[in-house]
C-alpha cells in the first residue's frame, strides 16, 4: 500500500520534471524564434540600408529616422499593453491626428505648455472613451475601435473643417527637432517612456494583472483580479500614449490637417507584433516593440531615399505585418508542440 | 436557452414543448426584424415629412443605388461573419476589381469584363482564406494586413491616378432601372437570396454556422471546417467585386481610393441588421434592412444639410450602440440560461 503511494508519488514527481523540462525548452525556443523574429531583418534591414542606400547614415537622416522611430514606439508601447489583454485599438491613427488637430490650435491659442498639456489629456480622454465601449458596453475590442477609429476622424475633420491648421510658435515646432547631446528629443521620450513601460509591466502590480488578464481573462477573474479595471486602463494608456504622439507629431510637421497619420494604426500594430508581442495575449514585449519601431522606420526612410514611390510602402507594410503575424503562429505553434510532445 | 438563441431552430424538432418553443424563437426574430423595419419606416416618414423631396422618384432611386454598393459586399459578409470570421479589405478588393473591369473595358466585352473583376475578387478572397485558414492569423488582422497590400497594388497598377471609363453601354448596363428598381438594386437583392439559401439551405452554410459558433465542436464533429472557411472567404471577395463592378459604372471610372473606409458601412448593415459579431446567426433581411437604413440615413443627413463630416461620426457611434445592445441581450440570455 505504502510502496504504491510511494511510486505514485516517484511517478508525479517525474512527470512533473518531465513537464517542467518541455516547459523550459518550450520557453527558450519561444524566445529564440521571437527574438530572431525582429532582429533578424533588424540587422539585415541596418546592413542593406548602409551598404546599399545613398545618404542613409546622414546626420539629418538618422535624426529623421530616430524622430520617426521615436513618434512611432510611442503609440507602440500603449498598443502593447492593449494587445497583451488581448485586445487591439484601431483607433490610435484617428485619435493621434485628433489631438495633433487640438495640440495645434491650442498652441495657436493658448501657447506651447498648454497645447501640450492639452494633447495628453484629450488623448487618454479617447482612450476612456475605447474604454469604457470595451470593458463596460461589452463591444469587442477591434469594433469599439473601428467605430471609434471612424468617430475621432469625423470629429477631426469637423474641428478642423477640413482646412489645415498653422503652427505660429516656433518654439514649440522645434520640440521635436531640437537634439540633447546629439538624440532628437523625441527619440529620447520614447527611450523614457519605453523603460516606465518595461517597470510597470516587470516590476509592478499592474504589469502581473495585465499578463494574468492576457493569458487567461477567466481565471483573471477568478483569481480576484478586477478585469474591468485593466480592460480600462490599457485603453486610456493606448489613448494617453495617442495623445503625447499626436502632440510629437503636431511639433514635427508645423502644421496639420484632417487627414494625417491614416493608417497610424496598422505600423502600429505591426510593430507591435514583430516585436514578439503576442496577439494571443499574456506576453507584453515593451523593448521589441522598440526595436521593431526602429525597424520600420528604416524601411520607410530607405525607400524614401531610393525614390521607391510610396504606393510601394503600403505593399512593404502589408506584407511586414503577414510576416509578424506568421512567425507569431508559428511560435505559438512551436510552443503547443513542444508542451504536448511532439506528436502530431 | 444560449442554444436556441445561438442555433437557428433546427427543423427536426418533434415534441410539442420543442415545436412551441421554436414557434416563439421564430416570433422573436421575426419581431426583432421588425422592429428594424420600423426604424426605417419611421425614419423615411420622418424624413419625408420634413423635406417632401425625399420621396421623389429620382431620390428614391438614389438612396437604393447607395444601399446596393454597401448591400452587395454586405451579403459576402454576412457568410463571413456567422461564421465568426471577417475581412477588412473590402476596400482593396473592390478598388482592383474595379480597376480591372476599367482597364480591360476598351479591349473586350462587359460580359467578360464583369466576369474578370469577379475571377479576381475570387482570387483575392481566396488569399484572404489561404492566410486566415493555413497561417492561422486572426481574420481582421489578416485582412487588415491584406487591405493595405491590395491598396498598394491598386495604386501601383492606376500609378496613383484614375482609369476612366468611356464605354456607355458599360454605364448603362450598370446604372440602368427596370421600372423604377435600378438594376444593381436588383442583383443585390437576387445575391441576397442566393446567399440566404446558401447559409440555410446547404451543407456549406451548415458547416459554416457550426464553426461560428463554437469551431472546436465543429472540427471534432468532423465537418470540413477549413475548406467551408476558403470557401467562405473566395464567395466574400467575389461579391466585393461585383459591388465593385457596379460602383465603377455609377463613378465612370475607378481609382484607388474609390472604396476607402467602405469596410466600416459594410460591417455596420451586417451588425446592425442583426448577425451577432460571435458567429453562428446570420440573417440576410437583416442585411438587406440594415444596408436601406443607413442609405436613408445618409441621405436624409445630405437633404438636412448636415456637413458630411457627421455622417463619419454617426455611422461609427450607430455600430457601436447597436453592437453594445446585441452584447447586453446576450449576456441576458446567457444569464437566463444559467438560472
Not at chain 1, 323 to 344: K, N, P, Y
Not at chain 2, 40 to 46: E, H, I, K, P, Q
Not at chain 2, 117 to 123: K, Q, R, S, Y
Not at chain 2, 275 to 300: D, K, Y
Request: glycine share 12%.
Amino acid at each position: 500500500m505504502s510502496e504504491a503511494t510511494v511510486s505514485t508519488q516517484t511517478l508525479v514527481a517525474e512527470e512533473r520534471a518531465r513537464s517542467a523540462e518541455l516547459a523550459r525548452r518550450a520557453d527558450s525556443r519561444r524566445r529564440l524564434v521571437q527574438n530572431a523574429g525582429v532582429l533578424i531583418p533588424f540587422l539585415l534591414v541596418l546592413v542593406i540600408g548602409l551598404v546599399a542606400v545613398p545618404h542613409f547614415a546622414s546626420a539629418s537622416n538618422v535624426t529623421n529616422m530616430l524622430v520617426n522611430a521615436g513618434i512611432l514606439a510611442i503609440v507602440g508601447f500603449g498598443m502593447t499593453v492593449v494587445i497583451a489583454i488581448r485586445g487591439i485599438d484601431l483607433s490610435v491613427g484617428s485619435a493621434t491626428a485628433l489631438t495633433a488637430c487640438i495640440t495645434a490650435a491650442t498652441v495657436n491659442a493658448a501657447g506651447p505648455l498648454a497645447g501640450s498639456l492639452l494633447g495628453v489629456v484629450v488623448g487618454a480622454a479617447l482612450g476612456l472613451v475605447n474604454g469604457v465601449l470595451v470593458s463596460f458596453l461589452r463591444v469587442p475590442g477591434f469594433i469599439a475601435t473601428l467605430s471609434t477609429l471612424t468617430v475621432f476622424r469625423g470629429l477631426v475633420l469637423l474641428f478642423t473643417g477640413g482646412a489645415p491648421i498653422m503652427i505660429a510658435s516656433s518654439s514649440f515646432k522645434s520640440m521635436a527637432t531640437a537634439t540633447m547631446l546629439g538624440v532628437p528629443v523625441p527619440f529620447i521620450a520614447a527611450v523614457g517612456i519605453g523603460a516606465g513601460a518595461v517597470f510597470a509591466l516587470e516590476r509592478m502590480r499592474f504589469g502581473k494583472h495585465v499578463v494574468a488578464v492576457g493569458g487567461s481573462p477567466e481565471s483573471a477573474v477568478d483569481s480576484g483580479i478586477s478585469v474591468t479595471r485593466i480592460r480600462l486602463l490599457a485603453y486610456l494608456i493606448s489613448g494617453a500614449s495617442a495623445g503625447i504622439a499626436g502632440v510629437l507629431l503636431a511639433s514635427q510637421l508645423g502644421a496639420v490637417n484632417a487627414s494625417i497619420s491614416r493608417g497610424l494604426e496598422l505600423q502600429v500594430i505591426a510593430i507591435v507584433v514583430l516585436g514578439g508581442t503576442s496577439m494571443a495575449g499574456g506576453r507584453p514585449r515593451v523593448v521589441g516593440t522598440f526595436i521593431a519601431a526602429l525597424l520600420l522606420s528604416m524601411i520607410n526612410s530607405g525607400l524614401n531615399l531610393l525614390n521607391v514611390p510610396s504606393f510601394y510602402q503600403y505593399v512593404a507594410l502589408g506584407a511586414l505585418l503577414v510576416f509578424a503575424l506568421t512567425i507569431d503562429g508559428a511560435q505559438r505553434a512551436a510552443v503547443r508542440r513542444m508542451l504536448e510532445g511532439r506528436r502530431s | 436557452m444560449t442554444v436556441s438563441n445561438t442555433t437557428q431552430a433546427p427543423p427536426q424538432q418533434s415534441g410539442e414543448a420543442q415545436k412551441r418553443s421554436g414557434a416563439s424563437a421564430v416570433l422573436r426574430r421575426l419581431a426583432s426584424q421588425q422592429y428594424l423595419l420600423v426604424v426605417l419606416l419611421l425614419l423615411a416618414v420622418a424624413v419625408g415629412a420634413a423635406r417632401p423631396a425625399f420621396w421623389g422618384t429620382g431620390n428614391v432611386s438614389n438612396i437604393l443605388f447607395q444601399a446596393s454598393f454597401v448591400g452587395l459586399a454586405a451579403c459576402g459578409m454576412t457568410l463571413l461573419i456567422a461564421g465568426g470570421l471577417l475581412d477588412l479589405s473590402v476596400g482593396g478588393v473592390i478598388a482592383v476589381s474595379a480597376i480591372a473591369v476599367a482597364t480591360v473595358l476598351p479591349s473586350t466585352t462587359i460580359g467578360v469584363a464583369v466576369l474578370l473583376a469577379v475571377l479576381i475578387g475570387a482570387v483575392l478572397g481566396l488569399l484572404n482564406g489561404l492566410l486566415v485558414t493555413y497561417l492561422r492569423i486572426a481574420p481582421f488582422i489578416a485582412t487588415l494586413g491584406t487591405l493595405y497590400l491590395f491598396l498598394g497594388v491598386a495604386f501601383i497598377w492606376t500609378s496613383g491616378g484614375v482609369v476612366p471609363i468611356t464605354s456607355s453601354n458599360y454605364r448603362a448596363a450598370t446604372t440602368g432601372s427596370l421600372g423604377w428598381l435600378p438594376v444593381p438594386f436588383l442583383v443585390f437583392l437576387c445575391l441576397a437570396a442566393l446567399t440566404h439559401l446558401l447559409l440555410r439551405h446547404t451543407y456549406f452554410g451548415r458547416t459554416l454556422r457550426a464553426f461560428g459558433s463554437n469551431e472546436r465542436a465543429a472540427t471534432l464533429a468532423g465537418l470540413p471546417v477549413a475548406r467551408a472557411k476558403v470557401t467562405a472567404f473566395v464567395f466574400t471577395g467575389a461579391c466585393f467585386a461585383l459591388a465593385g463592378v457596379f460602383m465603377a459604372g455609377r463613378l465612370s471610372s475607378a481609382e484607388g481610393n474609390m472604396a476607402m473606409g467602405f469596410e466600416m458601412s459594410v460591417i455596420a448593415a451586417v451588425v446592425v441588421g442583426g448577425t451577432a459579431l460571435r458567429g453562428g446567426r446570420g440573417t440576410l433581411l437583416g442585411t438587406v434592412i440594415g444596408a436601406l437604413l443607413f442609405a436613408v440615413l445618409t441621405n436624409a443627413l445630405n437633404l438636412l444639410g448636415v456637413a458630411s463630416y457627421w455622417q463619419y461620426v454617426l455611422t461609427g457611434a450607430v455600430l457601436a450602440a447597436a453592437v453594445a445592445v446585441g452584447a447586453r441581450r446576450a449576456s441576458t440570455a446567457e444569464v437566463r440560461g444559467a438560472g
